[in-house]
C-alpha cells in the first residue's frame, strides 16, 4: 500500500467515524479541523482506523501523533 | 436493524454508530419507551453508553442517560447528588470490573483475613445497591467481575483463597445471591461474556492506560449488547414465540423427498446428532414460556411423520400450531398469530432457507429472523441473540404452553354454542381480584410494560414502583386472576389508582387499567371494576374517574368507560377522554359468568 492509497482508506474511515461525507484528510489535518474530533472521539477513530487496516498501533504511537500526516506514517510502518 | 442484530460486525458498529443511530432514529412507525438510565462507572463509560444506546433503540427503547463522573459510581450510589436527584432514574447501571477492586488478598494473609476481605469488599457494593433502590426506587443492574487476565499462583490462583481469580469467584457468587433474593437487582454477567469473548482481548491493558477504559475498547459492541438484552427484557421486548422450518432445521434432508425414515436425526450419525442437539435445545424453551410453533413447506402428513419418528425429541404435542403446506410462510406465520392471539412481530423465525428468510423479514414487520448460518451454529446464533432473556422465571412462564393450548381448545369449544353466554358460563370461570399481593409484582410489572391493547393509559411501571403504589394507603391496587375448566391464565388484569379529596368529596382516579388479550370477551373487565367499586365505597369515596389515552395500538378500549356505564366528562382534540362514575348511583355489573374470590 502506498501512502495516497493510505490517504483513500484514511478519508473513508474519517467518513464514518464522524458520519460527513465532506471530509477530506489531508498531512496537515488535525483535531481542531474536524468538529467532533475530541478526545474521547479520538478513542473511536483510533480502533476503527486500526481495525481497518488490521494494525494496531503500541501505547506510545497513539499518544504522540500530531496531525494526520503522521498517523498515515505510522500505519505504513505497521503495514512494513 | 439487521446490523445491530447477533451476529454483528463490532468493528463496523464502532464505525459507523454515528450513522446507525441516525438511521435507527429515521425508521417510521417505531413506538419508543423513554427510560432514563443512570450510568455510574468505575472506568470510562461514554462508549458504553453510545453503544447501548444503539441496541436500545434497536429494541423500542429510547435511553436518556446519566453519566456519573470517571470513578464516581461509590460517591453517586452512596450520596446521590442533585443532578441525579433530579434525573429520577429508572435503571442504575453499575459498571464496575476487577480494576475497581482495590485490595485483593496478598499472599501472606491468612484465611480469616481473606474472609473479612472479601465480605469489606462485597460490603461496600451491597450498600451502593441498597442505597439507590432506596433513594430512587430504581431497578439496578451491576456488573459482575471478569477474570483476571493474569495469574500470580497459575493454576492455584483458582483454588486458592489467596489467589485472585478465587477471590474473584467467591465474590461473584455473592453477587449471585443478593440478585436471587433481589427482584428489582439484576447481574450483567461480564464474567460470562469476557469469556466468550477471550479474555486476553478483552481486558487490553493498553485501553485501560491510555484511555482508562476496563475493557477493549472493540468488545464494547459485545459488552453492550448483552447489557440491552436485560433492559429490553426488564421492558417486556422478549420474544414470545418461535416459528420453526422442518427440513434441514429441525432434522437434516427433505422428509418430503427422503422419507421419514431418511432424514437425519437421532444418534446414528454426526448429523442426526447436531440436530437431536438443536430439537433439545429448542424444547428446553418450552419450560421457559416460550410458544413453540412450525411453518413449514411440507405436506402435513409428511410434517408429522418426520416429528412422529421415536428418535426425534421434538414431539406433535409439543407444538402448539403446525403449519405445513405451500403457503408463504409470511402468510403461515400471521396466520399463527392470529390464532394465538399474539403480535406477529413476536416471533423468531427459524429457517435455513435464506430465500424463505428475506421473505418473511421483508413481510413481517418486526419480526426476528436470524441469520442462523450452518446447523451447527444455529444454537449459538439464537442463544447470543438473547430473544428469550430471562429475568425472573416465573410459574406463570412454566404453564404458558399450556395455557394457549387452553386458549386454542376454548375457542374450539366457542364454535359449539350459539349462545355466547351459554359458552362463558359453560367455562365455568373463576376469579381471585385482590390488592396487589407480593408474590405478582413481577408479573404486574411485566404487563404494565408489555400489555399494549388493553391499556387504558399505557403507563409503564418498574417493580420498584409497583411495590411502592401497593404499599401506599392512599392507592388502590388489585390483580385479576383467572382460571376457567380448560386451566388457569395466570394474573391476567391490573388495575390501580389514587383517592384524592376535593369539594365534591373523595374522588377516586385511575392510573391505570389493563387486561391481558388472552381474556378478552369473558366479562373479566366488568369482575374487575364491580371489586373496584365495592372497595371505593367501602373507603367512603363519591367519585371514580377514569382515562383514555390514545395510542397506535389501544383503540379497542375507546370506550371501555362507557360500556361500564361512565359518562364522558371531556374529551380533547386528540381523543383523551375523561369519564365519571357517581358511586351514589346504582351500578348494573357486566359481569354474567365469572364466580369471584
Redesign the interface.
Known sequence: MNKQEVFDKLNEVFRDVFDDEDITVTENTTASDIEDWDSLEHINLIVAVERSFGIKFTMGETTGLKNVGEMADKILEHLG | MQELEYPFDA?LI??????LK?RLLEREGVNYITKKIAILGGSTT??IKLMLELFLLNNGIKPEFYESEYNKYYEDAMFGNEELDAFAPDICFIHTTTRNILEYPGVQMTGKQIDALLTETYSKFEACWKALSGRYSCTVIQNNFEMPYYRLLGNSDSTDPRGRLNFINRLNLMFAEYANANETFFINDINYISAEYGIKKWADP?DW???K?ALS??CIPDFAYNLARIIKAIYGKNKKAFALDMDNTLWGGIVGDDGPENIKIGHEDAESELFTEFQQYIKAHKDLGVLLTVASKNDEENALAGLARPDSTLKQDDFLVIKANWDNKDRNIAQTAKELNIGSDSFVFVDDNPAERALVSNQVPGISVPEVGAPETYIETLDRSGFFEVTHLSGDDIKRGDMYKANIERSKSSQSFENYDDYLKSLDMHAQIKPFAPMYMSRIAELTNKSNQFNLTTKRCSQAEIENIAQDPRYITRYGKLEDKFGDNGVVAVMFGHEEDSTEGVIFHIDLWLMSCRVLKRGMEYAMMDEVIAECKKRGISKIKGYYYPTAKNKMVKDFYAAQGYELLREDANGNAEWGLDLALEHVSGNTAIEVN
Open positions: 468493528d464502532i464505525r459507523k454508530k454515528k450513522a441516525r461514554n462508549d493498553s492506560y491510555r484511555y477504559y475498547v472493540v
